[in-house]
């Protein structure tokens, strides 16, 4: 098979699962006619039909909770934010709405709701959200972000037949920019599931997204120092994967968590907090995290470079903890 | 001034471009915002307009080409420039740098060939810390906890990691010298020490048997001395060729690290002088047989001098002190500590209330404390709370010492040989015996000029014996 | 389907469901009218049985009561077929007990208990039952089972199932931004959804003329091009008539419905609210209008039931509450334990759509264009309102010197309300600018000319009740029910909208352009 681009996995991963299962819709503004805003969904209408692709107004709340609604009689819709920045208009619906339906009476929700986040494309604050956390934080979702195109495919597919609702980040910097070749047959990803991307001794790199190639790079440059990073992919958020972070925490007694999540309130508090929780004897070093500033994200290059976790600043931090 | 024409960025996720056609060819000439060319990207395709006005000089990317975004497919340069040239980029020149100026800079530091000392060094006003206040004896520097080890009172920093490890091998990390960062204890080192059967939590050392070949380095220090006994040099360092390694006894141990420590907390200043010994060795002479017969005990110098060193510290009792913070402590006692060279090391028992004491009493005391410093039947009291201390290094040879004051003590008096020696005394040469003294005193409470004083009266006691030996 | 008329607002008809000829004109027979008594009675008794516990401090948080609104609640939840889905608010109790809820649900709910149908996890009404009765739990934001109710039936017609959607917001709840986003979302993808908008006067404290700036709320089913029915909310045989009509007639594929149905919140927002901010009078007027004696009189005068009837379902009632009531006080509380479950459905359900069409149908030709299917290009059409609104005096100005010689034909003439004749200002409004009152080719036109979308042909404001009428009068449904949706599954999209659809130029099917991508003008990325 070809090397596939991480966006068109994820269409692939659409139409398969489309075709699979009827109960599977798709809905989301400008999806139908002109496929998506990013063409995630281009052709979906031409095969498919406007009846399971459906053109939706400008209303998040609106297109959210009629899939809220449609998840209740059993049909598995897929909704398209056009940016997942469009997410906070629709924050009730989500929290309120969609993630407490089954915890307060009983109803699942098996929506999934998926869009282009992240930054590094010069997209301005509006466009280049990370705001994965709000909804780590909300009891009853399941928080979903990968890095490759495999993961995506396979993450897609799970999260389309999980009964419950689950968000799916995109890395809108890694839509076209990375390849692989893909297997031929039906195959998924586990939710939950974090996975070691490079085996290390020295110190453990947590990550996700974007920044997994960032960090895959940074773990080259520090091996030719003699440190050997050992990089975990964290790929779901919720829930996270406990096990092979604490696996790993316990392999090589110190842990640096990147992220491109603002510092404050990002998922490496949390985790940190988890590991001095439940591995706090087997630290050689306190935790360290390299995240993005706690600004909005800005627009112009210089301001959104520096905003960004960067190559260098990864290595640096690493080597700082490894000589601790 | 000509104008790059760059591939721009249709979407956010795309990265490169096709160029599809040119609209112009180079020599053309062209308005800004005039559709130049067109490209062709995975979402759209599209004119691209132009960004000045001006004439198309030079194509850079041809039709078909695939590039990635920002980068120049192309040059227009402003209107009557030559388009034949192929003018580099250099002719629009971006704008100087601003010329370097020295104006304003500081003096900058010297040349390097320059020698250092010629170089006036401006340390930052350092700001004093505030006196100590007598209350508190709780020492400044806070340590990690090394919670549970056998040390108790030190604590060493290390990690949690390390200190799981060391609790499950049963090994006192504060007996292990760290590596990591600020002198911490870390992994490796821990790992080492298990590795390597390392040091236990004993009292006792345990002398190695053979000596280490060349290459191995022994485990670290197993002694209970701690972190004061630093080494200068890493470890690794000092092994080299052939050695032995032989562990420090407690008692060595326990004068390493009263010598450094109070080197550190004393500031040492030593005076010499010169106090002409003939009538008392002439006396000691002529009484000695006698003394012995009589008291049963034996006349050596010794008594002489700590008397002489008593009235010292009667007219001078500041020398007769201890330092708490901001405190002087005066002693009404005098305890002097006699130092005993031992076989095996040093001891320095004490006479107390040498005041009280004639001549005989002190004899008695230094011989008999002697006596049982040597047999190791000293009491602890009996080595602890002097005021003053003499120390004689004098009788292994060599002029005089400059020995090392007994915390908390402020002055310790060295006695150097007794020798007989040319002296000059109104104007004429005589042979004397002569011997040198002196004292080590802590500049933080004694002077200079106490302790010459000090020095001065026990010269003239000296010089001056009027006392009866028996 | 015979046509009838319906009484509705402005004195206007509406096309309603069939109805026999005898009196008993809502379509019922006796006992579903006695049922109607039957359901507004419970509601009442279950309300005031919580009055009672609650202060006896035995409902946990707050107590809402619909005292008053009983007609509206039942009246509407009778017009539904079993396999219909609803999604009641807090003040929709009767409905609730009229889809067959047994009060002891509700007793639970509100006193937390552990049978309780959320077992104590929510309270109030806030429960729901997906599989048996279709109920929609509320959540506590307002306005937000719209789009949801909204999605179930778009959803269900996915699946083939013929059912129709129904919810209740407030006035309140109508200023909420959910509810401007669901109806919206309801009326582009033609929803099978009856919106019942409870306008009960207030919002807590804040009155309708407070609230919103309309003062029918009906009027805003036209800001989505959607039916709206004004409906006296204490009167049950008009909100069941009106209802059923807007259920017929979204089940068969005409929309959504937006009916207001007016009334009066008799008590506070809650029981800790007193209400002090209610004009008495206003309490007065509405109570001389409560629904139950309403009915109950009806009941008498037509002689569906005696004094012997009445007092039996009466009793019925009261020991169905008293029963329950203890159920409920005698319930045990939720273990602890319970807390930490739930969070995730991992295989406690087993999620299967209801098909009730063939999945083989699915398989659609391709070939969809690219190019949507605009029939007019927002070609400007002024439309004429009723009351001007006010002319600035640089427009009063320049048409003004033409207006004083318009001669107004008589089509234009009677178009006027009231009869009276037009000011300049009023006249004015209507010459489009640049056409002159003596031209004649103008004038022609103007007669000729309808100002509604694409239908029967009259103007939005007409109201002509001085003449009479020569047919039907005007629908108030004013979209032409061409039914679309009729035979989705197998045309592509530009055949299978309605015949309004079909109108403007060059839109013969088979000539859409089939490019794969949409070109953006020249130099403009546009959104991406």
Redesign the interface.
């Given at each position: 098979m070809a090397q596939v681009t991480m966006l068109e996995a994820i269409r692939q991963a659409m139409f398969e699962e489309m075709e699979r299962d009827p109960a599977v819709v798709a809905v989301g503004e400008d999806i139908g006619v002109y496929g998506g805003a990013f063409k995630v969904t281009e052709g979906l209408l031409a095969k498919f039909g406007p009846e399971r692709v459906m053109d939706a107004p400008i209303a998040e709340t609106g297109i959210v909770g009629a899939a809220c609604g449609m998840s209740f009689l059993g049909l598995r819709p897929v909704v398209e934010m056009q940016f997942i920045d469009f997410i906070a208009c629709c924050f009730n619906q989500v929290t309120n709405f969609v993630a407490k339906s089954h915890y307060l009476w009983g109803a699942p929700v098996p929506m999934v709701i998926r869009g282009p986040s992240g930054g590094g494309v010069h997209g301005g604050p509006f466009h280049s959200a990370n705001p994965e956390m709000y909804f780590v934080h909300t009891p009853g979702l399941k928080v979903v972000y990968p890095s490759t195109a495999y993961d995506a495919k396979g993450l897609l597919k799970s999260a389309i037949r999980d009964n419950n609702p689950v968000l799916f980040f995109e890395h809108k910097y890694l839509y076209r920019r990375i390849k692989e070749e893909l297997p031929a047959e039906d195959y998924t990803v586990p939710i939950g599931k974090a996975i070691v991307r490079r085996e290390g001794s020295d110190l453990t790199i947590l990550t996700y997204a974007a920044l997994t190639h960032t960090v895959l790079e940074a773990a080259d440059e520090l091996a030719k120092e003699g440190i050997e990073a050992e990089v975990v992919d964290l790929r779901t958020l919720l829930p996270l994967d406990r096990e092979t972070i604490l696996t790993s925490v316990k392999k090589t007694n110190r842990l640096l968590v990147v992220h491109e999540d603002t510092r404050t309130g990002g998922i490496a508090g949390e985790i940190a907090a988890i590991v001095c929780e439940e591995a706090f004897d087997d630290l050689d070093a306190p935790i360290a995290r390299v995240t993005a500033l706690d600004t909005p994200v800005p627009y112009s290059p210089p301001l959104e470079e520096r905003f960004l976790p960067q190559r260098s600043d990864v290595v640096a931090a690493a080597r700082k903890l490894a000589k601790y | 001034m000509s104008v790059n024409v760059i591939m721009p960025q249709m979407g956010e996720s795309i990265f490169e471009g096709t160029v599809t056609k040119w609209l112009k060819k180079p020599g053309e000439k062209i308005e800004r915002d005039e559709p130049l060319f067109e490209i062709s990207t995975d979402k759209v395709d599209a004119e691209i307009p132009s960004p000045a006005s001006g004439i198309l000089q030079e194509i850079k990317v041809g039709e078909g080409q695939t590039v990635p975004i920002q980068t120049v497919v192309g040059v227009i340069a402003a209107e009557g420039t030559a388009v034949a040239a192929p003018a580099p980029a250099t002719s629009a020149a971006p704008p100087a740098a601003p010329p370097k100026s020295t104006v304003g800079t500081p003096a900058a530091p010297a040349v390097p060939d320059a020698p250092q000392d010629e170089i006036p060094v401006q340390l930052p006003e350092k700001k004093l810390p505030p006196a100590p206040t007598p209350a508190t004896g709780a020492p400044p520097q806070a340590r990690t906890a090394s919670a549970g080890q056998g040390n108790g009172a030190e604590k060493v920093r290390s990690s949690p990691l390390v200190r799981r490890l060391a609790k499950e091998h049963s090994i006192d990390v504060a007996q292990l010298s760290g590596t990591g960062a600020g002198g911490r204890v870390s992994k490796k080192d821990i790992l080492g020490a298990i590795e390597t059967g390392g040091a236990q939590g004993a009292s006792a050392p345990r002398p190695s048997a053979a000596p280490g070949p060349a290459g191995v380095m022994p485990p670290p220090s197993g002694g209970t001395a701690t972190a004061s006994l630093e080494s200068a040099v890493p470890r690794e360092r000092m092994y080299f060729g052939h050695y032995e390694v032989q562990p420090m006894s407690v008692m060595r141990q326990k004068i390493a690290e009263h010598m450094v420590m109070s080197k550190r907390v004393s500031p040492h200043v030593y005076s010499v002088d010169e106090v002409d010994v003939t009538e008392i060795a002439k006396l000691r002479g002529k009484m000695k047989e006698k003394f012995e017969q009589t008291t049963g005990t034996k006349l050596s110098f010794m008594p002489f001098f700590v008397r002489a060193a008593i009235e010292g510290l009667r007219a001078f009792p500041t020398v007769n002190s201890s330092v708490d913070g901001t405190n002087i402590v005066l002693h009404k006692e005098c305890n002097i500590g006699i130092a005993v060279a031992l076989d095996w090391g040093l001891i320095v028992p004490v006479i107390k209330n040498a005041e009280e004491k004639n001549f005989l009493g002190i004899a008695r005391g230094i011989n008999d404390l002697a006596e049982r410093a040597r047999a190791k039947k000293l009491k602890p009291d009996e080595v602890q709370e002097s005021t003053f201390c003499i120390t004689n290094p004098g009788t292994f040879g060599g002029l005089f010492g400059l020995p090392v004051i007994s915390q908390p003590n402020v002055a310790i008096l060295g006695l150097g040989a007794i020798e007989k020696r040319p002296v000059v005394i109104d104007d004429a040469i005589a042979i004397r015996s002569m011997v040198y003294l002196t004292l080590s005193y802590d500049h933080r409470v004694v002077d200079g000029a106490v302790a010459h004083q000090f020095m001065g009266k026990i010269k003239h006691t000296l010089e001056n014996w009027t006392e009866s030996v028996l | 389907m015979n046509e009838v008329l319906i009484e509705g607002r402005n004195g206007v008809t509406a096309v309603g469901a069939e109805v026999p000829s005898n009196a008993r004109a809502e379509g019922l027979t006796k006992d579903q009218q006695l049922n109607l008594y039957y359901f507004m009675k419970l509601n009442r008794e279950v309300e005031a049985a919580m009055e009672r516990l609650f202060k006896q401090n035995k409902i946990v948080g707050g107590l809402y009561a619909s005292l008053g609104q009983e007609a509206i609640s039942v009246g509407t939840a009778s017009a539904l077929s079993p396999g219909d889905w609803v999604a009641p608010m807090i003040r929709n109790i009767g409905a609730l007990l009229t889809r067959g809820v047994p009060p002891r649900d509700i007793f639970t709910q509100h006193m937390a208990r552990y049978t309780s149908?959320?077992k104590g996890?929510?309270g109030t009404s806030?429960?729901?039952d997906?599989k048996g009765r279709h109920i929609?739990?509320p959540?506590?934001?307002l306005g937000?089972?719209?789009?949801?109710?909204?999605?179930?039936?778009?959803?269900?017609?996915?699946?083939g199932q013929k059912i129709v959607?129904m919810t209740w917001i407030g006035d309140g709840g109508s200023s909420t931004?959910?509810f401007?986003?669901?109806l919206?979302?309801a009326a582009?993808?033609h929803a099978p959804m009856v919106l019942i908008v409870e306008n009960n006067q207030w919002a807590y404290s804040t009155p309708v003329n407070r609230q919103t700036g309309v003062r029918d709320l009906a009027d805003r089913a036209q800001g989505y091009g959607i039916e709206g029915v004004i409906v006296d909310g204490n009167d049950i045989r008009e909100v069941y008539r009106v209802t059923k009509a807007a259920v017929d007639r979204a089940r068969s594929g005409g929309g959504p419905v937006l009916i207001e149905a007016k009334t009066m919140r008799m008590r506070g927002h809650a029981q800790h609210d007193s209400a002090d901010y209610v004009p008495k009078e206003m309490l007065a007027y509405w109570k001389e209008r409560d629904p139950l004696p309403r009915y109950e009189k009806y009941l008498t005068e037509s002689g569906l039931w005696d004094a012997r009837k009445k007092a039996e379902i009466d009793a019925r009632i009261e020991r169905l509450v008293r029963e329950d009531r203890e159920f409920a006080e005698n319930s045990p509380f939720p273990p602890p334990g319970l807390a930490e479950e739930?969070?995730?459905?991992?295989?406690c359900?087993t999620?299967?759509?209801?098909?009730k069409r063939d999945?083989g149908q699915?398989a659609?030709a391709?070939?969809?264009?690219?190019?949507?299917q605009v029939q007019d290009y927002g070609e400007i059409r002024i439309k004429v309102a009723a009351s001007a609104p006010a002319v600035t005096p640089a427009v009063a100005a320049a048409v003004t010197a033409r207006a004083e010689d318009l001669e107004l034909s008589e089509e234009m003439m009677a178009a006027v309300p009231n009869g009276k004749v037009p000011t300049a200002e009023e006249t004015a409004l209507r010459v489009p600018f640049g056409r002159g009152p003596k031209d004649k080719a103008f004038r022609d036109e103007q007669a000729a000319k309808t100002y509604s979308r694409g239908g029967s042909g009259k103007t939005y404001h007409q109201n002509k009740p001085s003449q009479p009428p020569s047919k039907l009068p005007p629908k108030v449904f004013t979209k032409p029910f061409t039914k679309p949706f009729t035979k989705?599954?197998n045309k592509p999209?530009h055949q299978q909208q309605g015949a309004s659809f079909q109108k403007g130029p060059n839109q013969k099917p088979g000539n859409a352009p089939r490019k794969n991508?949409?070109?953006?003008p020249?130099?403009k990325?546009?959104?991406?």
């Open positions: - | - | 149908p959320t996890k929510d806030h429960f729901g997906l929609v739990s959540i506590s934001m937000d089972l719209i789009p949801v109710m909204a999605g179930v039936g778009i959803g269900a017609r996915y699946l959607t931004g959910a401007h986003e669901g919206m979302f582009m993808h739930g969070v995730y459905c991992d295989g359900h999620i299967e759509a209801e098909w999945k699915l659609l391709g070939g969809y264009p690219a190019v949507h989705p599954f999209v991508f949409v070109k953006h020249a130099g990325p546009g959104r991406t």
